[in-house]
């Protein structure tokens, strides 16, 4: 059964800088990969959708990476803004594509 | 309509009632989604439909039914509420299965 964690559960940084979250995952055998922000009482906003034969993907401040053979994801912030702060989620499809499989999240906190 | 509507945005519900909760998209996308997130269990996939007349089952499908009659709706029925489905529930869609997901913003619902 595909598994996702993320580490760290929580994040506080200073403003301006650069960070990384980490998503890692069981079953290498993904279709695609998403990373998600989700404010407090609100619905998940899509950032960035990675396929699974891509290795990165950037927009804007944000750049997510991919490795399938050792799991893992990773989405660097580039000089955070208070407006990051939010719960970053990562999700994987399984490898037919029909359902994503959602990590619990890191909560970011930017400080100004 | 611009994007995902979900109705109601929240809901006091006895145990027993049945309840439709309703999603609308207007992007005129082939696959939808019901996911529930809970506190400490993140988001779960209850039902999916890949394209107008069909559905699936999710990771936790029971208690729940579905139907896709049109491209943009997808209720979804607690024929019987229970306690243990007080929850916020997310719509999504996506232009077709292991594409990005978008997500609606949500219903609150507490079974009592």
């Known amino acids: 059964k595909q598994e996702v964690t993320q580490i760290p559960a929580a994040l506080s940084v200073p403003e301006g800088e650069n960070l990384v979250l980490n998503c890692s995952f069981t079953?290498?055998?993904?279709?695609?990969l998403q990373w998600f922000r989700q404010d407090p009482g609100k619905g998940l906003t899509s950032l960035l959708l990675i396929q699974s034969s891509q290795r990165e993907q950037t927009s804007g401040r944000l750049n997510a990476s991919l490795d399938k053979s050792s799991g893992r994801s990773t989405l660097y912030i580039a000089a955070s803004q208070p407006g990051d702060s939010a719960t970053y989620l990562c999700a994987v499809y399984n490898q037919a594509g029909t359902a994503l499989i959602f990590g619990k999240g890191t909560t970011l906190s930017v400080s100004s | 309509i611009a994007g995902i509507t979900q109705a109601p945005t929240s809901q006091i519900l006895a145990a027993g009632r049945r309840m439709t909760l309703r999603c609308t998209q207007d992007?005129?996308?082939?696959?939808m989604y019901w996911y529930r997130q809970d506190l400490g269990l993140g988001l779960r996939l209850i039902h999916y439909s890949n394209t107008a007349g069909t559905t699936g089952k999710g990771e936790v499908p029971d208690g729940y039914s579905v139907s896709r009659a049109n491209t943009d709706d997808f209720p979804l029925t607690l024929a019987s509420a229970v306690p243990s489905q007080t929850s916020v529930y997310f719509c999504a869609s996506g232009v077709q299965e292991g594409n990005e997901q978008f997500f609606g913003p949500g219903t609150r619902l507490t079974v009592l």
């Open positions: 079953d290498s055998a993904i279709y695609n």
């Open positions: 992007m005129r996308h082939n696959a």
